[in-house]
Protein backbone atom coordinates (compact mmCIF):
# COMPACT_ATOMS: atom_id res chain seq x y z
CA UNK A 1 0.00 0.00 0.00
CA UNK A 2 0.87 3.59 -0.61
CA UNK A 3 -0.46 6.80 0.60
CA UNK A 4 -1.64 8.83 -2.63
CA UNK A 5 -1.37 12.98 -1.99
CA UNK A 6 -2.52 15.01 -4.67
CA UNK A 7 -4.70 17.65 -6.17
CA UNK A 8 -6.48 18.03 -9.57
CA UNK A 9 -7.04 21.10 -11.73
CA UNK A 10 -9.92 21.27 -14.00
CA UNK A 11 -8.76 23.11 -17.19
CA UNK A 12 -9.51 23.59 -20.76
CA UNK A 13 -7.41 22.46 -23.58
CA UNK A 14 -5.82 25.91 -24.31
CA UNK A 15 -4.96 26.15 -21.00
CA UNK A 16 -3.45 22.28 -20.88
CA UNK A 17 -1.18 23.23 -23.98
CA UNK A 18 -0.27 26.44 -21.88
CA UNK A 19 1.19 24.50 -18.98
CA UNK A 20 3.61 22.22 -20.72
CA UNK A 21 5.16 25.33 -22.01
CA UNK A 22 5.00 27.30 -18.85
CA UNK A 23 8.07 28.60 -17.15
CA UNK A 24 7.54 27.26 -13.86
CA UNK A 25 6.96 23.75 -15.24
CA UNK A 26 9.79 23.45 -17.54
CA UNK A 27 12.56 25.18 -15.60
CA UNK A 28 11.81 22.69 -13.29
CA UNK A 29 11.04 19.26 -15.34
CA UNK A 30 13.77 16.87 -14.74
CA UNK A 31 12.20 13.87 -16.43
CA UNK A 32 10.94 15.83 -19.83
CA UNK A 33 7.29 14.83 -21.10
CA UNK A 34 6.11 11.67 -21.87
CA UNK A 35 2.88 10.27 -23.35
CA UNK A 36 0.90 7.34 -22.52
CA UNK A 37 -2.74 6.18 -23.39
CA UNK A 38 -4.24 5.04 -20.22
CA UNK A 39 -7.61 2.86 -20.43
CA UNK A 40 -9.45 2.36 -17.39
CA UNK A 41 -12.27 0.13 -16.22
CA UNK A 42 -14.53 0.51 -13.18
CA UNK A 43 -15.65 -2.08 -11.38
CA UNK A 44 -18.69 -2.21 -8.90
CA UNK A 45 -21.59 -4.24 -7.57
CA UNK A 46 -25.47 -3.19 -9.55
CA UNK A 47 -25.96 -1.71 -6.41
CA UNK A 48 -23.16 0.38 -5.99
CA UNK A 49 -21.52 -0.90 -2.70
CA UNK A 50 -17.87 -0.03 -3.06
CA UNK A 51 -18.73 3.83 -4.03
CA UNK A 52 -21.27 3.63 -0.58
CA UNK A 53 -17.95 2.21 1.08
CA UNK A 54 -15.73 5.15 -0.26
CA UNK A 55 -13.27 2.78 -2.49
CA UNK A 56 -12.95 2.78 -6.02
CA UNK A 57 -11.64 -0.77 -8.21
CA UNK A 58 -10.40 -0.28 -11.67
CA UNK A 59 -8.05 -2.16 -14.07
CA UNK A 60 -5.70 0.00 -16.01
CA UNK A 61 -3.66 -0.72 -19.30
CA UNK A 62 -0.84 1.05 -19.98
CA UNK A 63 0.65 0.03 -22.57
CA UNK A 64 1.58 -3.68 -22.67
CA UNK A 65 0.81 -3.18 -18.62
CA UNK A 66 -2.14 -4.12 -16.48
CA UNK A 67 -2.92 -2.35 -13.13
CA UNK A 68 -5.63 -3.64 -10.96
CA UNK A 69 -5.77 -0.74 -8.42
CA UNK A 70 -7.95 -0.45 -5.18
CA UNK A 71 -8.27 2.97 -3.74
CA UNK A 72 -10.06 4.72 -1.11
CA UNK A 73 -11.42 8.04 -0.44
CA UNK A 74 -9.18 8.84 2.54
CA UNK A 75 -9.35 12.85 2.89
CA UNK A 76 -9.88 15.03 0.90
CA UNK A 77 -10.04 18.87 1.51
CA UNK A 78 -10.49 21.83 -0.84
CA UNK A 79 -9.18 19.78 -3.54
CA UNK A 80 -6.11 18.75 -1.82
CA UNK A 81 -7.18 14.82 -1.39
CA UNK A 82 -4.91 11.84 0.66
CA UNK A 83 -5.66 8.26 -0.40
CA UNK A 84 -4.52 4.76 0.39
CA UNK A 85 -3.91 3.09 -2.90
CA UNK A 86 -3.09 -0.73 -3.52
CA UNK A 87 -1.59 -1.60 -6.67
CA UNK A 88 -1.45 -5.32 -8.25
CA UNK A 89 0.56 -5.90 -12.05
CA UNK A 90 -1.52 -8.32 -13.80
CA UNK A 91 -0.83 -10.51 -16.86
CA UNK A 92 -4.06 -10.27 -18.59
CA UNK A 93 -6.81 -7.69 -18.67
CA UNK A 94 -8.79 -9.62 -16.13
CA UNK A 95 -10.00 -8.67 -12.43
CA UNK A 96 -8.34 -10.75 -10.42
CA UNK A 97 -10.74 -10.69 -6.82
CA UNK A 98 -8.04 -12.77 -5.06
CA UNK A 99 -5.80 -9.70 -4.71
CA UNK A 100 -9.15 -7.74 -2.46
CA UNK A 101 -7.59 -9.72 0.82
CA UNK A 102 -8.57 -8.51 4.09
CA UNK A 103 -5.34 -6.02 4.24
CA UNK A 104 -6.83 -3.81 2.17
CA UNK A 105 -10.57 -4.74 1.41
CA UNK A 106 -13.10 -2.92 3.89
CA UNK A 107 -14.68 -4.51 6.59
CA UNK A 108 -18.09 -3.04 6.00
CA UNK A 109 -17.53 -5.23 2.61
CA UNK A 110 -16.65 -8.31 4.26
CA UNK A 111 -20.24 -10.18 3.24
CA UNK A 112 -19.97 -8.82 -0.33
CA UNK A 113 -19.96 -11.47 -2.76
CA UNK A 114 -17.13 -10.38 -4.88
CA UNK A 115 -18.25 -12.33 -8.33
CA UNK A 116 -21.23 -9.72 -8.27
CA UNK A 117 -18.68 -6.82 -9.44
CA UNK A 118 -19.37 -5.85 -13.15
CA UNK A 119 -17.80 -3.02 -15.35
CA UNK A 120 -19.50 0.13 -14.37
CA UNK A 121 -18.08 3.14 -16.71
CA UNK A 122 -14.49 3.53 -18.52
CA UNK A 123 -12.17 6.34 -17.89
CA UNK A 124 -10.18 6.77 -21.02
CA UNK A 125 -7.26 9.43 -21.43
CA UNK A 126 -3.99 10.45 -22.82
CA UNK A 127 -1.87 11.49 -20.08
CA UNK A 128 1.63 13.66 -20.54
CA UNK A 129 3.80 13.41 -17.36
CA UNK A 130 7.19 14.72 -16.40
CA UNK A 131 8.90 14.93 -13.22
CA UNK A 132 8.94 18.33 -11.55
CA UNK A 133 11.36 18.51 -9.02
CA UNK A 134 13.10 21.92 -6.89
CA UNK A 135 14.55 23.04 -3.26
CA UNK A 136 12.10 24.29 -1.17
CA UNK A 137 14.27 25.65 1.73
CA UNK A 138 16.46 23.20 3.28
CA UNK A 139 14.02 20.61 1.75
CA UNK A 140 13.67 18.87 -1.50
CA UNK A 141 10.10 18.42 -3.39
CA UNK A 142 9.51 16.07 -6.19
CA UNK A 143 6.09 16.39 -7.98
CA UNK A 144 4.62 14.34 -10.96
CA UNK A 145 2.85 16.60 -13.05
CA UNK A 146 0.27 15.36 -15.16
CA UNK A 147 -2.09 16.68 -18.48
CA UNK A 148 -4.94 14.43 -19.40
CA UNK A 149 -7.17 14.76 -21.71
CA UNK A 150 -9.58 12.35 -22.79
CA UNK A 151 -13.59 11.03 -21.62
CA UNK A 152 -15.45 9.60 -18.95
CA UNK A 153 -17.90 6.83 -20.34
CA UNK A 154 -21.24 5.14 -18.55
CA UNK A 155 -23.54 3.77 -20.82
CA UNK A 156 -24.44 6.58 -23.71
CA UNK A 157 -23.57 9.59 -21.41
CA UNK A 158 -19.77 10.92 -21.58
CA UNK A 159 -17.79 13.74 -20.03
CA UNK A 160 -14.47 15.10 -21.12
CA UNK A 161 -11.12 15.26 -18.70
CA UNK A 162 -9.30 18.05 -18.83
CA UNK A 163 -6.75 18.39 -16.03
CA UNK A 164 -3.99 19.11 -14.52
CA UNK A 165 -2.98 16.50 -11.79
CA UNK A 166 -0.39 17.09 -9.49
CA UNK A 167 0.68 14.12 -6.86
CA UNK A 168 3.57 14.57 -3.97
CA UNK A 169 6.12 12.35 -4.70
CA UNK A 170 8.58 13.67 -1.73
CA UNK A 171 8.05 17.34 -0.10
CA UNK A 172 5.23 18.22 2.48
CA UNK A 173 1.93 18.77 1.31
CA UNK A 174 1.75 22.58 0.90
CA UNK A 175 4.11 22.68 -2.12
CA UNK A 176 1.71 21.53 -4.00
CA UNK A 177 -0.60 23.84 -3.28
CA UNK A 178 2.11 26.78 -3.53
CA UNK A 179 2.75 25.36 -7.11
CA UNK A 180 -1.02 24.88 -8.03
CA UNK A 181 -0.88 28.90 -6.58
CA UNK A 182 1.87 30.18 -8.97
CA UNK A 183 0.14 28.11 -12.17
CA UNK A 184 -3.31 29.44 -11.45
CA UNK A 185 -2.63 33.31 -10.79
CA UNK A 186 -1.31 32.87 -14.68
CA UNK A 187 -3.89 30.51 -16.16
CA UNK A 188 -7.90 29.49 -15.17
CA UNK A 189 -7.06 26.55 -13.11
CA UNK A 190 -9.79 25.60 -10.97
CA UNK A 191 -9.42 22.62 -7.98
CA UNK A 192 -11.42 20.09 -8.65
CA UNK A 193 -12.49 17.82 -5.50
CA UNK A 194 -14.12 15.17 -7.85
CA UNK A 195 -12.07 12.31 -9.24
CA UNK A 196 -12.15 10.64 -12.14
CA UNK A 197 -14.37 7.51 -10.66
CA UNK A 198 -16.40 10.34 -9.00
CA UNK A 199 -17.04 11.90 -12.30
CA UNK A 200 -18.14 8.21 -13.50
CA UNK A 201 -20.54 7.45 -11.12
CA UNK A 202 -21.69 10.96 -11.12
CA UNK A 203 -22.41 9.82 -14.98
CA UNK A 204 -24.03 6.75 -14.04
CA UNK A 205 -26.51 8.05 -11.15
CA UNK A 206 -27.03 11.74 -11.71
CA UNK A 207 -28.00 12.22 -8.38
CA UNK A 208 -24.98 9.79 -6.70
CA UNK A 209 -22.83 13.15 -6.12
CA UNK A 210 -22.29 14.53 -2.78
CA UNK A 211 -22.65 18.34 -2.77
CA UNK A 212 -21.95 19.11 1.02
CA UNK A 213 -18.65 17.62 2.65
CA UNK A 214 -19.40 15.95 6.63
CA UNK A 215 -19.90 19.08 8.88
CA UNK A 216 -17.17 18.77 11.35
CA UNK A 217 -17.58 18.14 14.84
CA UNK A 218 -16.89 20.89 16.76
CA UNK A 219 -17.09 21.12 20.52
CA UNK A 220 -17.41 23.76 23.48
CA UNK A 221 -13.32 22.37 24.55
CA UNK A 222 -11.77 22.98 20.88
CA UNK A 223 -9.62 26.09 20.44
CA UNK A 224 -10.52 29.27 18.41
CA UNK A 225 -7.99 28.54 15.72
CA UNK A 226 -9.31 24.93 15.46
CA UNK A 227 -12.42 25.93 14.50
CA UNK A 228 -11.66 28.15 12.08
CA UNK A 229 -9.50 25.47 10.03
CA UNK A 230 -12.47 22.88 10.60
CA UNK A 231 -15.19 25.47 9.37
CA UNK A 232 -12.66 26.83 6.74
CA UNK A 233 -12.12 23.61 5.01
CA UNK A 234 -15.61 23.16 5.33
CA UNK A 235 -16.95 26.48 3.34
CA UNK A 236 -14.22 26.08 0.78
CA UNK A 237 -14.87 22.59 -0.08
CA UNK A 238 -18.54 22.74 -0.17
CA UNK A 239 -18.22 25.68 -2.40
CA UNK A 240 -15.67 23.98 -4.89
CA UNK A 241 -17.80 21.41 -5.04
CA UNK A 242 -20.76 23.04 -5.67
CA UNK A 243 -19.39 25.43 -8.26
CA UNK A 244 -18.59 21.99 -9.93
CA UNK A 245 -21.85 20.44 -10.33
CA UNK A 246 -23.28 24.20 -11.11
CA UNK A 247 -20.72 24.00 -14.13
CA UNK A 248 -21.66 19.94 -14.78
CA UNK A 249 -25.78 20.59 -15.00
CA UNK A 250 -26.71 24.15 -14.22
CA UNK A 251 -29.44 24.14 -11.80
CA UNK A 252 -29.97 27.46 -10.45
CA UNK A 253 -30.50 26.72 -7.14
CA UNK A 254 -26.34 25.23 -6.97
CA UNK A 255 -25.55 28.55 -7.77
CA UNK A 256 -27.15 30.40 -5.14
CA UNK A 257 -25.89 27.82 -2.85
CA UNK A 258 -22.19 27.92 -4.15
CA UNK A 259 -22.57 32.11 -3.34
CA UNK A 260 -23.71 31.52 0.32
CA UNK A 261 -21.08 29.50 0.66
CA UNK A 262 -18.50 32.41 -0.44
CA UNK A 263 -20.81 34.98 1.83
CA UNK A 264 -20.50 32.58 4.89
CA UNK A 265 -16.87 32.24 4.22
CA UNK A 266 -16.23 36.04 4.15
CA UNK A 267 -18.09 36.57 6.85
CA UNK A 268 -15.93 33.84 8.73
CA UNK A 269 -12.82 36.20 7.79
CA UNK A 270 -14.59 39.24 9.31
CA UNK A 271 -15.38 37.85 12.75
CA UNK A 272 -12.11 37.04 13.95
CA UNK A 273 -11.07 40.17 15.63
CA UNK A 274 -7.14 39.98 17.04
CA UNK A 275 -7.05 35.85 16.54
CA UNK A 276 -6.35 36.67 13.01
CA UNK A 277 -5.21 39.84 12.63
CA UNK A 278 -6.93 42.04 9.13
CA UNK A 279 -3.45 41.67 7.38
CA UNK A 280 -3.37 38.02 7.66
CA UNK A 281 -6.89 37.72 5.33
CA UNK A 282 -6.31 41.12 3.53
CA UNK A 283 -5.67 39.15 -0.03
CA UNK A 284 -8.60 36.54 0.87
CA UNK A 285 -10.86 39.03 1.82
CA UNK A 286 -10.86 41.03 -0.96
CA UNK A 287 -10.67 37.83 -3.53
CA UNK A 288 -14.19 37.18 -2.34
CA UNK A 289 -15.39 40.70 -1.71
CA UNK A 290 -14.54 41.34 -5.95
CA UNK A 291 -16.85 37.21 -6.26
CA UNK A 292 -19.36 38.42 -4.22
CA UNK A 293 -20.12 41.67 -5.19
CA UNK A 294 -20.21 40.40 -8.81
CA UNK A 295 -22.31 37.52 -8.37
CA UNK A 296 -24.93 38.70 -6.09
CA UNK A 297 -26.84 41.06 -7.49
CA UNK A 298 -27.03 38.51 -10.47
CA UNK A 299 -28.24 35.95 -8.35
CA UNK A 300 -30.74 38.63 -6.54
CA UNK A 301 -32.40 39.14 -9.78
CA UNK A 302 -32.83 35.92 -10.84
CA UNK A 303 -34.82 35.07 -8.58
CA UNK A 304 -37.44 36.62 -10.34
CA UNK A 305 -36.32 37.07 -13.62
CA UNK A 306 -35.79 33.85 -16.10
CA UNK A 307 -33.26 35.86 -18.08
CA UNK A 308 -30.98 35.90 -15.53
CA UNK A 309 -31.54 32.48 -14.58
CA UNK A 310 -30.66 31.26 -18.27
CA UNK A 311 -28.01 33.98 -19.08
CA UNK A 312 -25.90 32.53 -15.24
CA UNK A 313 -24.63 29.66 -16.66
CA UNK A 314 -22.65 31.39 -19.84
CA UNK A 315 -21.69 33.43 -17.29
CA UNK A 316 -19.99 30.94 -15.22
CA UNK A 317 -18.15 29.33 -18.01
CA UNK A 318 -16.36 32.68 -18.50
CA UNK A 319 -15.81 33.18 -14.81
CA UNK A 320 -13.95 30.05 -14.67
CA UNK A 321 -12.50 31.05 -17.87
CA UNK A 322 -10.68 33.97 -15.36
CA UNK A 323 -8.27 33.17 -12.96
CA UNK A 324 -9.47 34.81 -9.59
CA UNK A 325 -11.42 31.63 -8.45
CA UNK A 326 -9.28 29.27 -8.85
CA UNK A 327 -7.15 31.49 -7.13
CA UNK A 328 -9.03 31.98 -4.13
CA UNK A 329 -9.65 28.83 -3.47
CA UNK A 330 -5.85 27.85 -4.09
CA UNK A 331 -4.82 30.66 -1.29
CA UNK A 332 -7.75 29.96 1.21
CA UNK A 333 -6.37 26.35 1.00
CA UNK A 334 -2.68 27.33 1.57
CA UNK A 335 -4.10 30.26 4.17
CA UNK A 336 -6.11 27.29 6.52
CA UNK A 337 -3.16 24.47 5.81
CA UNK A 338 -0.26 26.58 7.07
CA UNK A 339 -2.46 28.70 9.30
CA UNK A 340 -1.37 32.12 8.74
CA UNK A 341 -3.33 33.83 11.08
CA UNK A 342 -1.18 32.77 13.56
CA UNK A 343 1.96 34.12 12.18
CA UNK A 344 3.48 37.24 13.68
CA UNK A 345 -0.07 38.32 15.81
CA UNK A 346 0.86 39.45 19.16
CA UNK A 347 -0.35 37.62 22.44
CA UNK A 348 -3.78 38.93 23.06
CA UNK A 349 -4.50 37.34 19.57
CA UNK A 350 -2.29 34.22 20.65
CA UNK A 351 -4.87 33.91 23.33
CA UNK A 352 -7.91 34.45 21.49
CA UNK A 353 -6.64 31.77 19.32
CA UNK A 354 -6.23 29.45 21.83
CA UNK A 355 -10.01 30.07 23.67
CA UNK A 356 -12.38 27.37 23.96
CA UNK A 357 -14.43 28.00 21.31
CA UNK A 358 -17.87 27.73 24.22
CA UNK A 359 -16.40 30.76 25.78
CA UNK A 360 -15.12 33.11 22.65
CA UNK A 361 -18.43 32.62 20.74
CA UNK A 362 -20.89 33.34 22.89
CA UNK A 363 -18.68 36.95 23.83
CA UNK A 364 -18.67 37.63 19.50
CA UNK A 365 -21.96 37.09 19.64
CA UNK A 366 -23.07 39.32 22.36
CA UNK A 367 -21.24 42.07 21.05
CA UNK A 368 -22.35 42.07 17.55
CA UNK A 369 -26.13 42.08 19.19
CA UNK A 370 -25.51 45.10 21.43
CA UNK A 371 -23.52 46.41 18.31
CA UNK A 372 -27.26 45.69 16.02
CA UNK A 373 -29.12 48.13 18.50
CA UNK A 374 -32.43 46.54 16.79
CA UNK A 375 -34.95 48.90 18.39
CA UNK A 376 -33.16 51.73 16.54
CA UNK A 377 -34.19 50.05 13.12
CA UNK A 378 -38.00 49.12 14.68
CA UNK A 379 -38.06 52.95 14.28
CA UNK A 380 -35.66 53.56 11.24
CA UNK A 381 -36.42 49.83 8.93
CA UNK A 382 -34.79 51.66 5.97
CA UNK A 383 -31.24 51.80 7.66
CA UNK A 384 -31.26 48.05 8.52
CA UNK A 385 -29.52 47.14 5.06
CA UNK A 386 -26.09 48.47 6.39
CA UNK A 387 -26.12 46.13 9.14
CA UNK A 388 -26.09 42.83 6.32
CA UNK A 389 -22.57 42.38 7.30
CA UNK A 390 -22.72 42.40 10.93
CA UNK A 391 -25.47 39.64 11.09
CA UNK A 392 -23.73 38.08 8.57
CA UNK A 393 -21.05 37.48 10.92
CA UNK A 394 -23.83 36.13 13.42
CA UNK A 395 -25.30 34.00 10.89
CA UNK A 396 -22.10 32.28 9.98
CA UNK A 397 -21.62 31.08 13.80
CA UNK A 398 -24.98 30.77 14.33
CA UNK A 399 -25.18 28.19 11.44
CA UNK A 400 -22.22 26.15 11.84
CA UNK A 401 -21.54 26.28 15.44
CA UNK A 402 -24.86 26.66 17.22
CA UNK A 403 -23.95 23.13 18.90
CA UNK A 404 -21.65 24.70 21.05
CA UNK A 405 -23.94 27.80 22.60
CA UNK A 406 -25.93 27.14 26.06
CA UNK A 407 -28.70 29.27 24.73
CA UNK A 408 -32.16 28.57 24.33
CA UNK A 409 -33.87 28.20 21.12
CA UNK A 410 -31.10 28.60 19.14
CA UNK A 411 -32.42 26.80 16.01
CA UNK A 412 -35.17 29.91 16.20
CA UNK A 413 -32.66 32.64 17.19
CA UNK A 414 -30.95 31.27 13.45
CA UNK A 415 -34.17 31.23 11.66
CA UNK A 416 -35.36 34.57 12.78
CA UNK A 417 -32.27 36.41 12.24
CA UNK A 418 -31.68 34.97 8.84
CA UNK A 419 -35.31 36.20 7.92
CA UNK A 420 -34.35 39.77 8.84
CA UNK A 421 -31.13 39.75 7.16
CA UNK A 422 -33.09 38.62 4.19
CA UNK A 423 -35.56 41.62 4.05
CA UNK A 424 -32.78 43.89 4.86
CA UNK A 425 -32.05 43.22 1.16
CA UNK A 426 -34.93 43.18 -0.35
CA UNK A 427 -36.53 46.98 -1.74
CA UNK A 428 -38.30 48.50 0.53
CA UNK A 429 -41.78 49.32 0.07
CA UNK A 430 -44.38 50.45 2.49
CA UNK A 431 -45.64 46.76 2.67
CA UNK A 432 -41.83 45.58 2.87
CA UNK A 433 -41.11 48.41 5.80
CA UNK A 434 -43.62 47.03 8.23
CA UNK A 435 -42.34 43.56 7.75
CA UNK A 436 -38.78 44.58 8.77
CA UNK A 437 -40.17 46.65 11.67
CA UNK A 438 -41.94 43.53 12.67
CA UNK A 439 -39.09 40.67 12.35
CA UNK A 440 -36.75 43.39 14.03
CA UNK A 441 -39.14 43.32 16.84
CA UNK A 442 -39.65 39.70 16.70
CA UNK A 443 -35.85 38.86 16.87
CA UNK A 444 -35.11 41.47 19.51
CA UNK A 445 -37.98 39.77 21.77
CA UNK A 446 -36.41 36.36 21.50
CA UNK A 447 -34.97 34.85 25.04
CA UNK A 448 -31.65 33.81 23.68
CA UNK A 449 -31.38 37.73 21.74
CA UNK A 450 -32.04 38.97 25.45
CA UNK A 451 -29.83 37.00 27.23
CA UNK A 452 -27.03 38.46 24.55
CA UNK A 453 -27.35 41.73 25.06
CA UNK A 454 -27.17 41.53 29.06
Known amino acids: M ?18 REHPLLKKRNKSGWSRHELFNQYYDTPDRALAQARVALRLRRDGEQFIQTLKSRGQSVAGLSERNEWDWYLDKAKLDVKKLGDDCWPASLAELDKKTLKPIFTTDF ?22 DLGQVKAGKQSEEICELELELRQGEPEALLELAAELAADLPLMPCDISKAERGYRLYDADGYSLQLPAPELTPGMALDD ?32 LQQLIELRAQLGSLGQAAPRASSRELRELLDTLIQDWRPRIEAGQDDEGV ?11 LGQTRWGLLSLKASLWLLQRRWTEGRNARGDRQGA ?9 LLAEEAKALQLPR ?7 LAEQSPRMERMLVWLHLARGVLELPETDRLYGELAKLHEMARQPLDEAAREQ ?8 WTLKAWKLLEK
Not at 377 to 383: A, C, F, L, S, V
Not at 436 to 443: C, G, K, M, T, Y
Open 2 to 19: QKETEIKLRASRETLLAL
Open 126 to 147: VREKAEIAWGRGKTRVVIEAAL
Open 227 to 258: AIVALGWQLLGNSQRLAEQYRFNGRWKLLGEW
Open 309 to 319: RKAAPTQFTEE
Open 355 to 363: AELGKWLPH
Open 377 to 383: YQQQPED
Open 436 to 443: RVEQAHRV
